[in-house]
């Protein structure tokens, strides 16, 4: 387990903190995201898009420019983020 600051949370529960930070971001445009699930031995983060953002052109550059970058920078142990059904 990773200890960051003196915080002992998993990197599941590392993840949805930092999804929790962006998600008004992205109700702010009609959609949600949803944490489906952690790899914790490769580091790949799937999410699920909702309302606006389920089918939306733009979803793409959102996950990776986006949701991907931040993640990345906030938690390194993160190494891919996709979106699945």
């Given at each position: 387990?990773?200890?960051?600051?003196?915080?002992?949370?998993?990197?599941?529960?590392?993840?949805?903190?930092?999804?929790?930070?962006?998600?008004?971001?992205?109700?702010?445009?009609?959609?949600d995201?949803e944490?489906?699930?952690?790899?914790?031995?490769?580091?790949?983060?799937?999410?699920?898009?909702?309302?606006?953002?389920?089918?939306?052109?733009?979803?793409a550059?959102?996950?990776?420019?986006?949701?991907?970058?931040?993640?990345?920078?906030?938690?390194?142990?993160?190494?891919?983020?996709?979106?699945?059904?």
């Amino acid at each position: 387990m990773c200890q960051e600051k003196g915080n002992t949370a998993s990197l599941t529960e590392r993840i949805g903190e930092t999804i929790e930070k962006i998600r008004p971001a992205i109700q702010a445009d009609g959609g949600d995201i949803e944490l489906v699930d952690v790899d914790q031995s490769t580091g790949k983060v799937s999410i699920r898009f909702h309302g606006a953002c389920r089918g939306c052109p733009m979803a793409a550059l959102t996950l990776k420019m986006g949701v991907e970058r931040y993640l990345k920078q906030q938690i390194p142990e993160v190494s891919e983020v996709v979106s699945v059904e």
